[in-house]
Structures are given as C-alpha cells and as structure tokens.
C-alpha cells in the first residue's frame, strides 16, 4: 500500500535560518505529492504540489522538488520567520490505486515546525 | 467565496451518544472526503463521496459510522454509540470535478467524555 514517512519534530530553529523537512514515500502507482501546512486551530492549506518526476512545486519561499530516484519530496526554505511556525504534512495521491480521478490522501504524520524570534 | 464550511468546530459528548459532523463542500466542487486526525498522529482518510454516492469507504470503520452526502444540503458523517477512542479532529475536505485541488476546512474536534 501506499505510505509517507516524514521526519519527527519539534523541529526548533531560529529567525532567518534555513529549513529541511525530510518526506519520503511508497505508491504503487505515479502519484502527486503535496505539502499541507495546518496553523494552529486552523485546517490544512495547500502549500505546494508536484505531479511528476523533478517537478518543482514553490510557493510562499518553499520549495520541494519530486525525486523519482530517491522517492523523496523534501521541504526546503531559505530563510523561515516566526510566522512559518506550525505543523507541516506531507501526502500523495496515487490515481493507479482507484483508477483516475479525484480519490484521497495519503498523509505523513506531520512535522511541527517551531521558529524562535 | 467561502472555503469548505464545517460545523460545529466543537463537540463535546458522552459516551453512547451520537455525534453528527457537518460539512458544506466549496462552491462547485462535487466531490468530498472526510478525514480523522488522532492525536500525534497524521490525518487518515476515511470515506470519500460524490452527491448521493459513497465512492470509496475503505478507511471508514464498519460499525457505528456512516456518512451521507444528499442531493441538497451538507454532508453528514454520523457516529453512532461514541467511545472515548472516537475522540478526534475530523476534517473535510472537496475537490472539484476534474482537479486534485483539496481544499480543507477547520475540522470539528470531537471529545467523548
């Protein structure tokens, strides 16, 4: 079946510094990966997505970039600020698994992501 | 143009009570997916349905729950007999026709004392 793992947290850093949230996945199929991010007391926003092999997807001064070969799709941003605290999910949609179309997510456990002033 | 409405974005009840969730997709998007989100852990997808059709309920459990998207109105997801494990964020999500673009809502956060 299908699964993502992402890295543990807290992840604490400070101001300015740079951010790596590590994701990686099994699909059957070629799936679609996504980055949700969920604030406090909030749902879950798209961040970022990537539909095929080395797509990148950015957004808001995030990157992840679709590694086929790795089957990785890894956060990244250069410089995080206060206001980029909050829990951060990865997921993927497999259409091989229901035959196209609209079908669910797949998620990662989620990283929260604390940044210090 | 309001994003995925869910309600109440609260519940408290006890056990052996039901529990009702809400949830009004975004404008034009046919499609909607419930979710629970444990405590530390991710979000599990539960049940997704089109209007008047349960698609795929794999995620969803056998008993006690049951969810419903009618022809006018929200969709429900309905737990019936809840137990302190019931307890939970569920979150709702829909997606238009053709398109992989979920858009969530708030999530009612469901506690079974």
């Known amino acids: 079946g299908n699964s993502v793992t992402q890295m543990e947290g807290p992840v604490t850093l400070s101001e300015e510094a740079f951010l790596t949230i590590n994701c990686t996945y099994t699909?059957?199929?070629?799936?679609?990966l996504f980055w949700y991010v969920q604030y406090p007391g909030e749902g879950l926003q798209l961040l970022l997505k990537?539909?095929?092999?080395?797509d990148k997807g950015s957004n808001k001064g995030f990157e992840a970039t679709y590694r086929k070969e790795t089957t990785s799709f890894h956060l990244e941003k250069g410089s995080v600020q206060v206001s980029d605290s909050a829990v951060y999910f990865c997921?993927?949609?497999?259409?091989?698994?229901?035959?196209?179309?609209?079908?669910?997510?797949?998620f990662g456990k989620g990283t929260h992501l604390i940044i210090q002033p | 143009n309001a994003g995925v409405m869910q309600n109440p974005r609260h519940l408290v009840r006890r056990r052996g009570q039901e529990a009702r969730l809400r949830c009004s997709p975004m404008?034009?998007?046919?499609?909607v997916y419930w979710y629970r989100q444990l405590p530390e852990e991710g979000l599990k997808f539960m049940v997704y349905?089109?209007?008047?059709?349960?698609?795929?309920e794999s995620g969803m459990p056998k008993e006690r729950f049951s969810a419903e998207f009618p022809k006018e109105g929200p969709s429900i997801l309905r737990i019936q007999q809840v137990v302190r494990g019931d307890s939970a964020a569920y979150f709702c999500?829909?997606?238009?026709?053709?398109?992989?673009?979920?858009?969530f809502g708030s999530g009612t956060r469901l506690t079974v004392v």
């Open positions: 990537a539909t095929k092999a080395d």
């Open positions: 349905l089109q209007k008047e059709n349960i698609i795929d």
């Open positions: 699909a059957t199929g070629y799936p679609s």
């Open positions: 997921a993927l949609s497999d259409p091989i698994m229901t035959g196209g179309g609209a079908d669910g997510l797949t």
């Open positions: 404008k034009g998007h046919s499609h």
């Open positions: 999500a829909s997606s238009p026709e053709t398109d992989y673009g979920y858009t």
